[in-house]
């Protein structure tokens, strides 16, 4: 200290100090109600802005309160340079992690507006936030007068050595980029990759892309592979897609009334059942003469891939039902069976019906 303590110095360091707790509680109460004026907008920015403010305002506030109290007390330059260092780098770090949180939730949202999904790729908001701490830090030492030219030679030199120890991670983050700008794969597609994974993509990170199989089960398959294997899309370019249900029916039937059935029995299917594609116009496509019967295809539409199985399921049920009240036949397969025995040759056998 330059002199003694007097009360008037201690007096106007508890103003100060009251001062900075009052304003960070008047800070609380005013953003508390913004907060709730955020909820009623459309856009959700704001709401990660006011509950960032709501977290680093009022420490803000303290920060200056004990600043003020700090130059009201007959404390000596070093003390005095030592106390204002150690606030002003709490409150810088305090709003680098408030910025850091404001920047990826601002990126999270962009994300998920664009793609249009619930889930979004996480590798953009932890990169984001990395780079904003990163920042915050250096600032943090160039505040203190450390200078941050020999940290920044440092980890140029250490570079090469930590990209060698972590190759196998920073092919994974690369993957990830690579496949998010490039839009391969995004939140929220439908995936089945040539080994024989297959499912909705819930979230793409620096290190792995996770995939929510139908019933649920999660496969985590990291990036590299994802960006170097054999893989169909089903939601790009268009997640509408056609699905085909092979039916036959037997020789004798009248193909024009069986094809007439059929797309009806498929128009009511696609407008009554949920997950079909109203406008789309079923087909009917005979192909096989086959040992007891004749086979043809029928193309249904489907919202998304998932909803192909109930389509199917709903069709063959109807289309069964209607053929049994049409009459017209479904035959099982037939054939002739000769029987030998040593050199003896049992025939005629009767011909039987054996089912496939």
Avoid: C
Wanted: aromatic letters at 6%.
């Amino acid at each position: 200290m330059t002199r003694g303590l007097t009360l008037d110095d201690a007096v106007l360091a508890g103003i100060s100090t009251a001062a900075g707790l009052a304003a960070a509680l008047v800070l609380r109460v005013l953003l508390r109600w913004l907060a709730k004026q955020a909820l009623k907008t459309q856009w959700g920015g704001d709401d990660i802005i006011v509950d960032v403010l709501r977290t680093v305002a009022p420490w803000a506030a303290i920060a200056g309160g004990l600043a003020g109290a700090a130059a009201a007390l007959p404390l000596n330059r070093p003390v005095g340079q030592a106390v204002n260092h150690i606030l002003t780098a709490s409150v810088i770090l305090a709003a680098s992690f408030a910025a850091a949180r404001v920047v990826g939730g601002l990126v999270r949202t962009v994300a998920q507006s664009r793609s249009g999904v619930a889930g979004s790729a996480t590798i953009f908001v932890n990169i984001t936030r990395i780079a904003v701490l990163a920042m915050g830090f250096l600032i943090i030492l160039q505040t203190l007068g450390i200078s941050i030219a020999p940290l920044l030679t440092a980890l140029g030199v250490g570079g090469l050595a930590i990209a060698l120890a972590l190759k196998d991670t920073l092919a994974n983050l690369f993957a990830g980029v690579h496949i998010l700008v490039s839009k391969t794969v995004q939140p929220g597609d439908y995936i089945r990759l040539s080994s024989g994974e297959e499912g909705y993509v819930v979230d793409i990170n620096w290190r792995n892309t996770v995939v929510e199989q139908l019933n649920n089960n999660r496969v985590i398959i990291p990036n590299a592979k994802l960006a170097g294997t054999n893989m169909t899309n089903f939601s790009r370019p268009e997640q509408k897609l056609s699905v085909t249900v092979q039916v036959g029916v037997g020789y004798e039937s009248d193909l024009e009334h069986v094809e007439r059935i059929t797309i009806d029995v498929a128009e009511r299917v696609m407008k009554e059942v949920s997950g079909a594609v109203p406008d789309h116009d079923p087909a009917v496509r005979f192909h096989t003469f086959g040992d007891s019967r004749i086979g043809f295809t029928v193309i249904l539409g489907v919202g998304e891939f998932s909803d192909k199985y109930r389509i199917k399921h709903e069709f063959i049920k109807r289309l069964h039902q209607r053929y049994r009240a049409e009459g017209i036949r479904i035959p099982a397969p037939e054939r002739t069976v000769s029987l030998r025995r040593d050199d003896e040759v049992v025939i005629p056998h009767p011909r039987a019906e054996v089912a496939s």
